[in-house]
Structures are given as structure tokens and as C-alpha cells.
């Protein structure tokens, strides 16, 4: 690793980068924020409670509990098991690399670094821009406000190759849009990250169970809030003003904690794929809930779970449509068996399995399909057997305008799964799924800043990838996420000068 204080300039990525005719974006580099500075900055904008609020939602972010406020490390096997509590991160972020620590802590030193990795232009993810979200309702406002202000106050000088996201709660429709219009309009922030989802009470426990009196049952008597579907909010119009601004919409959403996530010992068992299960989850509820269908202009990154997952389940939607769109699930309705054919084959076929017994026409299909199949009060009235109704699918067509072209999927560097997005031959229509190149330094799966693009080469190298398929996942497709939001999204950066100059050279 290189832990010089005067390193040299030159390395594999850098080696890589002379011999691109393209610039590179790196679409999540996570950075540090320096604590007195942050904390001074808090105190000037909102009083000394507010630097409370901070400090409290930043240290229990991936703290997990039990009754008596001992996290982990304090409890034993036998009460991590009696309380389930969750094994979560530690070590997370880059600490022996010690010239990489200051990288992602000082702006200066991080812009300066840039040619070193290989990048042209990234958009940095401050580690604690979403913490304010688990904050209580009198400080989460507030803080994201203060902190999206830090954040372009830190990095406003270094505007042509670095650019900051801004944390968007998304609590309830009105809280986001306050906090988009501020971001974009105010602080001129290009890009938002937003959580995939947002725990809510479910209402009948919560009734029978206020918080108030049982805030343990509380705590697990919850359901995710995706927005796109089932929400008890009309997110319409956030999405609109998305629109309207030009923002990209980036999310790092994860499940761990989820069924199939518990572990009390492994956070590796818990950790690995979370981010493709929670990013699912929140890509499905805007497909399924149409509003991919109503803002068709809308293009969201869905970061650190890889693009394989954005592969299959493009693949599964269509194969799915075809078997169970309005039309071809008549196949399965009951009401479609003839069931005078039912009884004459019955009649040729089943001797030896009847024994004798006689058939009955009124209950013949029940007892052909069995209980099992026939569970329900009621058969679907026909609005009700459509679930890609909201989405408008009425051919394949239809799927890839609503799943492949607003998804961008972020893929590690050396993450050799983002073969299948590249891999047209197993998708329908012969289309590409949407790799976005995101390093993700910073944190503790890259350990040395240099290395990113030169890994991504390696896959060209070993034919995991095409040289067209390099281009495109750390180039093209970025290119499109940001400018097909905004056209005008790399004016006035590194980025937008090289392509300025491309024609005349």
C-alpha cells in the first residue's frame, strides 16, 4: 500500500487512465468529515442542541441494543441470542492506509490525488449525509439542512472535478420536496441520495401497542415504506419536482437486519448481497407502483449492490409478464376449466385412481386442484389480477423503457458479476443493462485509493468484460445517468471541457 507522505505520482490506474481516449467518472466515492470542523459548523447553524442531535444519530447508526442500551460488545452470546441482537459493522473504513485516511478527510488533498486514481470527475458520499435520518422529527429536518450546507460550503472550490450529494429525508412528501428545492436551488447541489425505504409503524399493532407505553414492541413491529407501492404517502409530487429540477437520484440502500439477515455473531452473513435486496426492493416498488411509467424522465443510481441482480430481474420481469399478464393468467383462473372435459377424461383415465369412487361435476375442479390452490374468500375481481397494471406493461417493450432505461446499477471495480449486465445474449431484446463504474473507496472493501480502475481493467484482460463493455461502465453509461437528469450536468467541469474538445481532436 502506499503510506508515503510525498507518493509517487505514478500507478496502475494512472498507467490505465494514459491510455484512454475517454474521461472516467467514479459515480460513489465515500469521504470523511473532519469532527471539530463539522461539529463547529452544526454549533454556528443550529445551537448546541443540534450538535447533540448530530453526535446521537451518527454513534447509533450501526449500534444495535438491547433494553438496556449495552451494544454488542457488551452483551454475551446467550443475551445477543436472547435479544437478537444484530452483528453489524466494525472496522469499516480505511485506518492503515494512513495517506488514504487523509484522503478522504481533506478535500485538497483528495482533489489533488484524483489523477493518481484515474478519475476525471466523482461524486463524493459523505459517510454520515443520510445519519440525520435517524434522528427524531424535531431534528431530522435540520440536520440533513445543515449538513448538505456543510458539505457544498467543503467542497465548492474543487466544483470542477468533485461534487458532493445531498441527504434527502423521505419521511413524508413534503419534509423531501423542502429539503430537495433547498439543496438544488440554494446550496446548488447536482445530485441527491435518499434512503430506498423508510420504517413505519404498522398501524394495527401501533394501536393496540402505542410506542409510548411499549417501545420494544414498537421497535420491531414495523414495515418498510418503499414509496413506489403500498405507501400511505402520495410521493407524486417529489418525484416530479425531481424531474422538474434535473436531479439524479442515488440511494446505498441496504437490508441487513432483514429475515434471512439476523445473524447475532456474522456480519459477513449478514452483509453480503444486502445492498442488491434493499436496492431490489426499492427499484421494484417504483416499477410495480408506475412511476417509472409517469417520469419516464426519471434516472436513479442504485449503488454498492452490484448490477447482476438489475440483469435478473430485468430477465424475470419479462419472463414472469409473459406467463401472468392479464390475458395469459387466464390460463390458471378456475372459471376456465371445461369441466364437462374434466369429468370424461376422469371418466377414461381414473379408473385405478378413484376405486370406485364417483365424480362429482360441482366439486370437481376443487377437488382436482385441491384446497391448497382454491384458499380464498373470493375470486379476483378483474382489476384485481393485474399486477403489472400500475407499471402500463403491455409488451416486453414496456419493461425495458421502465427498468432498463431510468436504472443505473453501481458496480464495484473488481467486481467481476458486472459480466452480466455487459452479457446481451441472456437478456430479452438483446439489450445491456446499466453498469455504473463506483469504486466505493473510502470504505473497507478498497484498501488502497490507486487501485480501482487499474482492477477494472484486469477484467478486460482476463475477458470478463470488452474493451467497449470498459467504456461503457466507466464512461458511457455514467455520462447518460447524470446528463439524461440534466443536460447540463458537467458544465463547467474536467469532464465537460474534454468533451468540449473531443470533435476537434
Not at 34 to 43: C, R, S
Not at 63 to 89: C, F, I, K, N
Not at 229 to 248: C, M, N, Q, R, T
Not at 367 to 393: C, K, N, Q, Y
Amino acid at each position: 500500500m502506499n503510506t508515503r507522505l510525498n507518493p509517487a505520482k505514478a500507478s496502475r490506474s494512472a498507467a490505465v487512465k494514459a491510455r484512454l481516449d475517454h474521461p472516467v467518472i467514479d459515480t460513489d466515492v465515500h469521504v470523511n468529515d473532519y469532527a471539530p470542523v463539522l461539529e463547529d459548523y452544526i454549533a454556528q447553524y443550529g445551537g448546541p442542541q443540534l450538535v447533540d442531535a448530530l453526535r446521537k444519530a451518527l454513534g447509533g447508526r450501526f449500534v444495535t441494543r438491547d433494553g438496556s442500551g449495552r451494544d454488542w460488545y457488551q452483551q454475551t452470546p446467550e443475551e445477543r441470542a436472547h435479544h437478537r441482537t444484530l452483528r453489524a459493522p466494525w472496522w469499516a473504513r480505511v485506518t492503515r492506509n494512513t495517506h488514504d485516511l487523509a484522503t478522504y478527510t481533506i478535500p485538497a488533498l483528495l482533489y489533488e490525488r484524483l489523477a493518481e486514481q484515474g478519475s476525471d470527475y466523482s461524486v463524493l458520499f459523505p459517510n454520515d449525509v443520510l445519519s440525520p435520518a435517524a434522528a427524531g422529527s424535531d431534528y431530522r429536518q435540520p440536520l440533513h439542512r445543515a449538513l448538505n450546507h456543510f458539505h457544498a460550503d467543503q467542497y465548492r472550490a474543487y466544483a470542477d472535478r468533485l461534487t458532493p450529494v445531498a441527504g434527502i429525508p423521505m419521511h413524508n412528501p413534503k419534509e423531501a420536496i423542502e429539503e430537495l428545492e433547498f439543496a438544488v436551488n440554494t446550496l446548488k447541489l447536482k445530485v441527491i441520495n435518499i434512503p430506498g425505504g423508510v420504517r413505519r409503524p404498522i398501524p394495527a399493532i401501533a394501536e393496540k401497542y402505542p410506542a409510548k407505553d411499549h417501545p420494544e414492541i414498537a421497535k420491531h413491529a414495523t414495515y418498510t415504506d418503499f414509496y413506489g407501492i403500498d405507501s400511505p404517502h402520495d410521493y407524486d409530487p417529489f418525484w416530479a419536482k425531481v424531474v422538474e429540477l434535473g436531479v439524479p437520484v442515488t440511494t446505498h440502500y441496504g437490508s441487513q437486519g432483514w429475515t434471512g439477515r439476523q445473524s447475532t455473531s456474522n456480519y459477513m452473513f449478514n452483509h453480503i448481497g444486502h445492498f442488491a435486496d434493499g436496492s431490489q426492493a426499492f427499484a421494484k416498488a417504483l416499477f410495480f407502483g408506475g412511476v417509472t411509467r409517469r417520469f419516464p424522465g426519471l434516472r436513479v443510481a442504485l449503488l454498492e449492490g452490484g448490477a447482476d441482480w438489475g440483469s435478473h430481474v430485468f430477465t424475470h420481469l419479462v419472463d414472469r409478464w409473459e406467463k401472468r399478464n392479464r390475458h395469459a393468467v387466464r390460463n390458471y383462473d378456475p372459471a376456465e376449466v371445461d369441466v364437462d372435459l374434466l369429468a370424461a377424461l376422469f371418466d377414461r383415465h381414473g379408473a385405478d385412481l378413484l376405486q370406485g369412487r364417483a365424480v362429482d361435476k360441482a366439486t370437481l375442479v376443487r377437488d382436482s386442484l385441491g384446497i391448497s390452490a382454491l384458499p380464498h374468500s373470493r375470486e379476483p375481481r378483474a382489476e384485481e389480477i393485474d399486477d403489472f397494471a400500475l407499471a402500463g406493461i403491455e409488451s416486453v417493450d414496456d419493461i425495458r423503457a421502465r427498468w432498463v432505461d431510468p436504472f443505473f446499477f453501481g458496480s464495484e471495480a473488481d467486481d467481476r458479476t458486472v459480466a452480466a449486465a455487459f452479457n446481451h445474449r441472456v437478456h430479452p431484446g438483446g439489450v445491456k443493462i446499466n453498469a455504473i463504474w463506483s469504486s466505493d473507496v473510502g470504505h473497507w472493501d478498497v484498501p488502497e485509493f490507486t487501485e480501482p480502475l487499474a482492477e477494472t481493467w484486469d477484467l478486460v484482460e482476463q475477458g470478463v468484460i470488452s474493451a467497449q463493455d470498459f467504456r461503457a461502465f466507466t464512461f458511457g453509461n455514467p455520462l447518460r445517468f447524470y446528463t439524461e437528469a440534466n443536460p447540463r450536468f458537467f458544465d463547467g467541469t474536467a469532464v465537460g471541457h474534454q468533451l468540449r474538445l473531443a470533435p476537434a481532436a
